[in-house]
């Protein structure tokens, strides 16, 4: 391969970005480029590296990232594409990783991902000391305990750390645009790749660990764009994705989403419900499961 795109999202959180450049820095195999594809009025300011950083405006208000994977696929131009979420810092072989593991499969491979608790990022932070507190989330299997695995579920794929050929991303189609918002176009992308006998594989190394930040699981914060895109997918495959998220909205009294008729949002989130499902800065992760399993104890009671 002649080259190594790294491509990601960004909106808002410059420290995380910031750090991101500064693991990719530190690669044992450098990239050619790093393509920010930036969803806010104002480009970053970034540290100098040795490589080009190249960063586009998105137009839109409302988080079109498939739209926003797609133009980045479109200006880099590596022969391999890394999909890095702005909030990750690759550990230093996460390149070397996924360009041998790109050489012996031509589809999507899905590296590892831990997670960082609140103060890991803090300057001088070090990937040694990264090892040390960084914790795998439940709900996601770990990678094989060599070489790479074939994933026949491609529910599994998730876009937050992934490596792909840009003539398997091509051949594929990229994202489908018409999914704006949070949610659905993960699973519509792999639900294609499957469609098109494109293997999907876990690996292992490819590690990025995921900087603290306050999150929503399930993600009440954007209950519009779930319920928007779960229709939309279901209008396009036949059935609904997001099932985990739309079953916690369901219990929450959120939704009614019954079969054979459209999603009704019932009422809006409350600070209740934000509070419910708020990740505490004890938690290095957000857990839909935590939340489904306490809501369902409290029907019981």
Not at 175 to 189: L, P
Request: charged letters at 20%; proline letters at 7%.
């Amino acid at each position: 391969m002649t080259g190594v795109s790294v491509l990601t999202l960004a909106g808002g959180r410059p420290e995380h970005l910031h750090n991101m450049v500064l693991g990719l820095i530190r690669q044992a195999h450098r990239p050619i480029e790093l393509i920010v594809a930036v969803m806010q009025a104002d480009p970053y300011t970034l540290p100098p590296a040795p490589f080009p950083i190249r960063q586009l405006t998105i137009a839109g208000d409302a988080l079109p990232l498939a739209a926003a994977r797609n133009a980045a696929v479109q200006a880099a131009i590596g022969d391999a594409l890394i999909f890095l979420d702005m909030d990750c810092i690759p550990a230093p072989t996460l390149i070397g990783d996924y360009v041998a593991g790109l050489a012996g499969l031509e589809g999507v491979l899905m590296g590892e991902v831990s997670y960082l608790p609140d103060g890991a990022t803090a300057p001088g932070w070090t990937i040694e000391r990264f090892a040390a507190v960084a914790v795998r989330h439940p709900d996601r299997r770990g990678p094989p305990e060599t070489g790479c695995e074939i994933c026949d579920d491609y529910r599994c794929f998730w876009s937050l750390n992934f490596a792909v050929r840009r003539t398997t991303f091509l051949a594929a189609g990229g994202f489908d645009e018409r999914y704006v918002g949070y949610g659905g176009e993960d699973t519509d992308f792999a639900k294609t790749l499957g469609d098109r006998g494109i293997p999907l594989a876990w690996m292992k190394g490819g590690l990025a660990y995921h900087q603290y930040h306050p999150h929503h699981m399930p993600p009440v914060h954007h209950l519009d764009s779930v319920v928007r895109n779960a229709e939309l997918f279901e209008a396009k495959w036949g059935y609904r994705t997001m099932g985990h998220w739309l079953y916690a909205f369901r219990l929450m009294g959120l939704i009614d989403d019954r079969a054979g008729a459209p999603i009704t949002i019932l009422r809006r989130p409350d600070a209740a419900d934000h509070a419910l499902t708020g990740q505490q800065r004890h938690q290095p992760y957000a857990d839909t499961t935590t939340v489904i399993d306490l809501l369902k104890a409290r029907a019981a009671a």
